[in-house]
């Protein structure tokens, strides 16, 4: 397990309760989303994976280790973090100083840090605006700064808060077709997010906050199948799902693919062979 949290408590100084015996592991490699509505806990959550936040109660282990003991600096060896806003983390004067300030930070060897910062430039799409100050650049592309940022240190955990938050369509393929190069490099990637389709489209599993606690958690599939008759729920099905729904398909589809699979014609059974004479 990369991560184990057990009967996390977290209060604020105000008493009340963000999260409440929050419990669950993660293993080495997972696409794992958070999700839930406003005030669920999920950020709260998320903050915590890198020491912004301490519980009240409860234990965090990131690789094996308790983080009661580890600095913010120490944990960012393991999680990198993208914030919700990224103007919270962006302080240099050019994307590429913002960028290779962590590998910086971290002491890698000078080659290793311009190999780490170009690679981050090129795969965020920010290789032409490396020059640039990154107020002067759109919300959308100040948050792939700070994804470029994190993935410039080359840790084994990405958490990302509300990554699609602001970002055209191009920038969400973008996003997601790294959430698939990372896990396929073995990274694990966490999200706390609202945006169903997104998550659904590269994530295998769910974990549903509500009330500051843990309300499911498993397969992507299996959430759907549980929830798509529900009333009152707190969460908008992915677009595929719902129109399945309203096209009276039974059982639930989740991503355009499998839509298009399920409306893909059955093949024609083959001929049976006639008796010889």
Known sequence: MIIRIDSLTFRYPNGNTALDGVSFSVEAGERVAIVGANGAGKSTLARHLVGIERPASGTIEIDGRPTD????????????FVFQNPDDQLHASSVDKEVGFGPRNLRFPPARRKELVDSALRRTGLWESRDT???????????R?????????DTRVVVLDEPTTGQDHASVVLLGNLVDDLAADGRTVLAVTHDMDFCVEHFDRVIVMENGGVSWDGPVTRWLAHVAGMTGRTLELPQMTRLGH?????????????????????????PVPSATP
């Open 69 to 80: 003991g580890l600095g913010i600096a120490e944990l960012a060896r393991t999680v990198g």
């Open 246 to 270: 309203r096209l009276g398909w039974e059982g639930p589809v989740a991503t355009v693919a499998g839509f298009l699979d399920r409306l893909a014609p059955e093949p024609d059974p083959a």
């Open 145 to 153: 700064v700070a994804l470029a940022s994190v993935l410039a240190m």
């Open 133 to 143: 100050h990154p107020h002067h650049l759109s919300l959308g592309e100040r948050k």
